[in-house]
């Protein structure tokens, strides 16, 4: 990452509420020990659903209101609303602040340590939408142009690539969007092109298995999920 320079923006924002990112079930679900991982995940994001309940009542009204205007694009994956908020807007917190507070929290398990703020500002700059939903978005709305995901896509990542961020999570995220683009259009090469990419970036950050956008992109063009859902269209890459 680039130094700052002089006249760059600085923004600071005291968070609506700051959660652990990793939640562990405080309680046994009705199976017990026979209960499947399914089963244990979704137990866990009911019970975190109910808490975050109680932290929206204990801000101020106009705070609550805040919060739950969010983006979440966390609305298919077991989250409730609440907890989809925090999946899409928080931001990871550093430990440095935590060591004045916590003395033996170096000794702790990551699930205790691993925080994240959800802001009331910040959060709507940083919050980020699946490269699945983004190009169902595309999709439902005809009167986009048929490239306008790739040229937003291309755009970010020129602006990552210009700040040394290419291992940034959204910078995988736009290549991906650019696969299933190609899938969506038809373009059979461009899109083994795109995926070839997107592993390549994938296995940098995960070695061995890749990261879970792979699951969106697979190895035959015509199992992709939105294969031809747009006509087929001249070369756009």
């Known amino acids: 990452m680039r130094p700052l320079a002089v006249d760059d923006i600085i923004l600071a924002e005291h968070p609506l509420a700051i959660l652990p990112i990793k939640w562990v079930s405080t309680n046994v679900p009705p199976n017990g020990e026979f209960a499947a991982y399914d089963e244990w995940y979704q137990y866990a994001m009911n019970e ?46 550093g430990l440095d602040p935590w060591f004045d507070i916590v ?48 040229k ?12 040394g961020l290419e291992v940034n999570w959204r910078y995988k995220g736009h290549a991906a969007v650019l696969a299933m683009v190609c899938a969506a259009t038809g373009q059979r090469k461009n899109y083994l092109q ?8 994938s296995m940098a950050c995960v070695p061995g298995k890749g990261c879970w956008l792979m ?8 199992h992709q999920e939105f294969w031809m859902k747009r006509l087929r269209s001249r070369r756009l890459l």
């Open 48 to 93: 975190r659903e109910e808490l975050l309940k109680l932290v929206l009542a204990r801000m101020a009204p106009e705070k609550q209101a805040a919060y739950c205007m969010l983006a979440n694009s966390h609305q298919r994956d077991g989250s409730g609303p609440l907890s989809g908020i925090v999946c899409t807007n928080g931001y990871t917190l």
């Open 103 to 150: 003395p033996d929290i170096a000794e702790r398990d990551e699930y205790q340590t691993a925080m994240c703020g959800v802001c009331e500002m910040l959060s709507r700059i940083n919050h980020r939408q699946d490269p699945e939903d983004a190009v169902r978005a595309w999709l439902s709305n005809k009167k986009l142009a048929k490239d306008h995901l790739i």
């Open 152 to 163: 937003d896509s291309l755009q970010m990542m020129q602006l990552l690539e210009d700040e």
């Open 194 to 201: 795109a995926r070839k990419k997107v592993m390549a970036l």
């Open 215 to 222: 699951e969106l992109l697979p190895e035959v063009p015509e």
